[in-house]
């Protein structure tokens, strides 16, 4: 037969105390820590931090603190990490770092001790927190699918028209959804600054396209300008009158051979010399038909171009103006003539 005995109480006191000794020894795995911890390295890393951050050496001095922290985590560590962060200016984390620290504290040894390291986290935090930026994020519709984001990290919708601080400075804010146009809405944070961040999407069929921009339209003739067309005729009506001149010149010459050879008047030619007028008297009036043919065109054409150009002129600065073309021929010479107001 088995009979139950009761434990001692005595006993039972000594099994409590061994398991707090216990505990206490091992404290990582309690917590459920799995690193192992080496506090003499980690004392090491963490004077040879403190003496680079005297030094002003921030970013070698920080990244001993961190290597400490990993080997045997301490308030008074995370505490210089903190103000690390405080440093370079990631006022958020620091912000974090303290609080932890306050958790942390409660392991450290000693109650002198615990009350200085408590004393600087608390400080470290009333210094930091008005210094915050604190944001509001709302989005007016909250179609299916809604993603937001800050600075490319993603935030859960619960985080939707809470106050977050944030380090100041330039921050992006997203938000999108299947069927909705993407929105990008950058903002810059003051110190101590509090701002509400609005974001409102818009249907995908309702954004209109921006339509291609128009062709520029061809520059219009500037109104006044002479037309080609006459100086081309102008051109050439100079060119039949020159010709026309040649003409003239070439009948005078005629002319002029038959009074040589057959003086008087009416013209009479010796019948005793071998010149006979009949050439000449053929080029006389084929130069002479030629001449005010040529000459007649010659004034058309610089008629039209007088036109043409007076026309044009008019329209850009208007003024009464008459033109006239006057061939004429004389005894000795022949041309044109321009009569008119200019």
């Given amino acids: 037969m088995n009979i139950e005995r009761p434990i001692p109480a005595s006993l039972q006191r000594a099994f409590a105390v061994s398991a707090l000794v216990i505990v206490s020894a091992c404290p990582g795995r309690a917590f459920g820590q799995d690193n192992p911890r080496d506090p003499a390295a980690a004392e090491a890393l963490y004077l040879s931090g403190r003496k680079l951050v005297n030094d002003g050496n921030w970013a070698e001095g920080c990244a001993k603190f961190d290597a400490s922290m990993e ?7 995370l505490i210089n990490i903190a103000k690390c962060h405080e440093h370079e200016g990631k006022l958020t984390q620091a912000v974090v770092d303290y609080r932890r620290a306050l958790q942390l504290n409660q392991d450290t040894l000693g109650e002198e001790r615990k009350k200085q390291l408590e004393q600087v986290a608390k400080e470290g935090i009333a210094a930091i927190e008005p210094r915050l930026a604190r944001v509001e994020l709302v989005v007016g519709a909250r179609p299916e699918g809604l993603e937001v984001a800050r600075d490319g990290i993603r935030l ?33 944070l003051a110190e101590g600054q509090k701002v509400t961040v609005e974001l409102s999407l818009v249907p995908a069929a309702a954004v209109a396209k921006k339509p291609p921009p128009p062709d520029k339209p061809k520059p219009a003739p500037a109104s006044g300008g002479v037309p080609v067309w006459a100086y081309v005729a102008g051109g050439l009506g100079l060119a039949a009158v020159g010709a026309g001149v040649y ?96």
């Fill in 71 to 77: 080997l045997n985590p301490a308030a008074s560590t």
């Fill in 156 to 188: 859960p919708l619960a985080a939707l028209g809470e106050t977050i601080p944030l380090d100041p400075g330039k921050h992006m804010f997203e938000a999108s959804a299947p069927g909705f146009e993407k929105i990008e809405k950058p903002v810059e």
């Fill in 247 to 342: 003409f003239r010149f070439d009948q005078m010459d005629a002319e002029e051979t038959i009074r040589v050879n057959c003086p008087g008047t009416p013209s009479v030619c010796d019948p005793t010399k071998e010149y006979r007028p009949d050439a000449d008297n053929a080029r006389k009036d084929r130069s002479f038909y030629l001449f005010v043919g040529l000459t007649a065109a010659g004034a058309a054409g610089i008629g039209a171009a007088v036109f043409g150009i007076v026309r044009g002129l008019s329209q850009k600065k208007p003024q009464a103006q008459s033109v006239h073309v006057v061939p004429y021929v004389g005894r000795g010479d022949g041309g044109l003539m321009l009569q008119g107001a200019f």
